[in-house]
């Protein structure tokens, strides 16, 4: 249902309905009946005379929200909102005047924890705190509630996606209503999320430009969307605006090392590290790949000893799979094959996973089927079609080196240093077959 034919239809009730939805979809979880009538007390909200609110006013509304399929069934004698209207219900709910007596009221009577130290007591009540941390702007307590719903509830939590639900379709008017914080969160994700899927980032960098959100200093995704699309050095002219950090000098070693300056980029990475200047972990995201790509391309073959203590142990899920690819193909420097093989064989589930998938495999002198290649081949002409152009010509070079079995044992030649070989592919590594590599 699209957000004019539900508004259509939900001014279409009597006001005492309308009010009962919006504070079932404040609560996010079931009401019994005493409590609802209290709550709407409470809110001075009163019956169809002006009486107050009693469990026997509630009758004729339930049976008039329950044939028309507001209601979730599965509740019982409780009050709850079927999911799919929650976040369309809690949109008008949230502009009225009794919208935070509502939350403090829950919050009394449904607590987040019974206990300090406790999990949450249901997963309904986490999204209850996400969604008044989210239009409060309140970032610190989003992120909070999040992790322990991810902790304590990782099944409904993987099955629920709150922020796709509360603003996709992406809306930039809906989402300039909200908090800036927020505002910025959100378009980032939306960038991230595109670029996992390889799709065209131009509607939200729009977005971007006239909020004066910078790639930099907000919006992570956005520096590697260009970096990505070839636009390395914007990204570095951005930087130079910038105040010297060490938050900031992993961002300008990624963006080094997409301009074909590896050496460069190890040192702005290493002078980001959080231990004095010194490489212990890379970061979780994707500058962590990036790092770990510079040390495949400045050590090659010898890299292995370099990465393998580097890779983040909980990386972000985003790009768990493409560490996994990147730390198949280090231990097959090794000979650690029983336990790079998992890893090099489970096929991408993201668009952007394929070409590290196939460029993993091709340096682990593992040949790809007709099925990785015609895939890894739709991934560039869909990287190509939504402006991935330095994404797309990588693309067409692992293809290419993939069909030329004379390369099979050979190396190409990089006696041309960091700024020769950064053109085309600057991490590609001299391959040795596995009885080379076994002496």
Partial sequence: MNLTSFRQRFKELPPLERDILKIMAIACEPLDTGLLVRLLRRCQIFGPRGELITSKHLEAPRQVL???????????????????????????????????????????????????????????????????ALYAGDMERMDEVSRAARRYFPTQWQHTDLLATVFGPFDPEWLGTFHRDVQVFILNRFIEEAVEQLES?????????????SAVKNCPGLAVARCLQGKAKEVLIELQGQPRSKEMAPMEGQARFFNGQLHAALAAFTEGSKYSGVLTQAEADFKGVVLILTLFGLYGDKAAGKVLPLLPKEPNPAFGKIFDYLKGAALVQQNRLTEAEPLLNELPA??????????????????????????????????EKNGYSWLSRQIKDLLAATEAEALAGTSPDTSGGEERTGKKMPWWLPRKPYWQRAL
């Fill in 201 to 213: 980032t131009e509607e939200y960098e729009a977005v971007a430009q006239t909020a004066g959100f």
């Fill in 350 to 383: 993201l668009p952007l996973e394929w070409y590290f998938f196939g460029l993993a495999n091709f340096w682990s002198m593992i040949s790809l089927g007709d099925f990785e290649k015609e895939k890894i081949k739709t991934i560039g002409r869909q990287a």
């Fill in 66 to 132: 329950d044939d028309a399929g507001w209601l979730d069934y599965s509740a019982g004698e409780q009050w709850a909102l079927r999911y799919n209207y929650l976040h369309l219900v809690l949109r008008m709910a949230v502009i009225d005047l009794w919208y935070k007596t509502v939350l403090q009221m829950l919050r009394s009577e449904l607590p987040f924890v019974v206990q300090p130290g406790q999990p949450p007591r249901n997963f309904g009540v986490c999204l209850r705190e996400l969604s008044a």
